[in-house]
Nanobody, 115 residues
């Protein structure tokens, strides 16, 4: 299983980016899809999670600004990031996991938010 994350880049504060995570297999087999981020000098942190049924959860720092979604037919997950802040600067990673299945990570995509 391979995951490729796309969509990172440089954006000004207040701007938006949409990250995509494309899997090499049908992601329906993985109940959970997560997005994490790791800022320089900090630990990796969970940003958002979505289940196959569409239930979502978010870190407090991104609630109301980020939206996670998934399209199982396209084997793709998304993270829509609006009203970005310099504190959102990090490498963003996607992950899939499921009950009784291994966990797989994508390679990361860099998001840089300038003030």
């Amino acid at each position: 299983v391979q995951l490729q994350a796309f969509g990172g880049g440089l954006v000004q504060a207040g701007g938006s980016l949409r990250l995509a995570c494309v899997a090499s297999v049908n992601i329906f087999r993985f109940h959970y899809m997560d997005w994490y981020r790791q800022a320089p000098g900090k630990q990796r942190e969970l940003v958002a999670t979505i289940t196959n049924s569409g239930s979502t959860s978010y870190a407090d720092s991104v609630k109301g600004r980020f939206t996670i979604s998934r399209d199982n037919n396209q084997n793709t997950g998304y993270l829509q990031m609006d009203n970005l802040e310099p504190e959102d600067t990090a490498v963003y990673y996607c992950k899939v996991r499921g009950m009784g299945r291994p966990t797989y990570w994508g390679q990361g995509t860099l998001v840089t938010v300038s003030s």
